[in-house]
Every structure is written in structure tokens, then in C-alpha cells.
């Protein structure tokens, strides 16, 4: 069992006819000399691991700020793909609402310009209503004549001549 301070300083050695026991001087010294080197082993030995600790420590300590700053560069990332994905939506809203009023625009024309051609279609068919109408009027006048009447007599007369 090792000495602890208060053994080496509560430790009283007998007298012998010159002073202390030398040999008993000796043993203590021997004893402390063991538990004073496997201090300093065990000093060292912790001083290595404290160092071998402090080594790991710093190594952590930097792949935590590293990780810090990737998390800070991931989350600004995000923030910018973000910004950006809202700037693009924007852009695309703005351009589907000038596709929209150019469709509606052209839509529009469109319908103004069928609009004109219904009118003006409308009006030839009654121009030609109206020709075709004079013509059936004129035809009947013309059938209700008396010219047809003698058409006919003649027609009459030609086919007897024929037959004779």
C-alpha cells in the first residue's frame, strides 16, 4: 500500500546508539523512493493522457466549429435557393400574366374581326336575298306575261307543221 503524506510525516524512527536505525532509515527511504516513482509514472502517464484528452478535445472543438460553419453555408444556401426559386416564381407569375393579356388581346382582335366579317357577310347575304328576290320576281312577271302564251301557240303551231 503506498505511503500517503501523514505516513512520511507521522513516521518516527528509534534510536539506535548513534541516532536512527539505518538500515530502518534506509527501508522507509527505499519505500518511498518506490511510491514516489510510480507517482511520477502515474503523473506522467495522466499528464500524457490529459495532453492525448486536450489533443482530442481541440480536434473536436474544430470539427464542431466546422460543423457550425457548414450548418451557417447550408442554412444560407437554402436562404438564397429560396430567394431565388421566389424571384424566378415571380418572374414566371409576371410572364404568364403577359401570355394572358396577349392571348385575351389576340382573342379579342380575333372576335372584333369575325364580329366585322359576320356584318359583312350578313350584308352580302342580304344584297343577295335581295338580287335573288328581283330575280324570282322578275321571272314570275316574265311567266305571267302574255309572251308566254303566244311561246306556246307557236310551239303548238310548229309541232303541226312538223307532223304534216
Do not use: C
Amino acid at each position: 500500500m503506498p505511503l500517503t503524506p501523514l505516513d512520511i510525516h507521522n513516521k518516527e524512527f528509534t534510536r539506535g546508539f548513534r541516532g536512527y536505525d539505518e538500515d530502518e532509515v534506509n527501508e522507509f527511504l527505499d519505500q518511498i523512493i518506490k511510491d514516489y516513482e510510480a507517482v511520477l509514472r502515474e503523473k506522467k502517464e495522466m499528464f500524457e493522457r490529459v495532453q492525448d484528452l486536450d489533443g482530442k478535445l481541440e480536434h473536436y472543438n474544430k470539427i464542431e466549429e466546422t460543423l457550425n460553419k457548414s450548418i451557417l453555408v447550408a442554412q444560407e444556401s437554402a436562404e438564397e435557393v429560396r430567394r431565388s426559386a421566389q424571384k424566378e416564381a415571380q418572374l414566371i407569375v409576371k410572364e404568364a400574366e403577359k401570355n394572358a393579356d396577349r392571348i385575351i388581346n389576340d382573342a379579342l382582335t380575333k372576335s372584333r374581326k369575325v364580329m366585322m366579317e359576320i356584318e359583312e357577310l350578313k350584308k352580302q347575304a342580304s344584297v343577295y336575298r335581295m338580287r335573288f328576290k328581283m330575280l324570282v320576281e322578275a321571272q314570275l312577271e316574265m311567266l305571267q306575261t302574255d309572251d308566254w302564251d303566244e311561246i306556246t301557240k307557236v310551239n303548238e303551231s310548229l309541232d303541226k307543221e312538223t307532223v304534216e
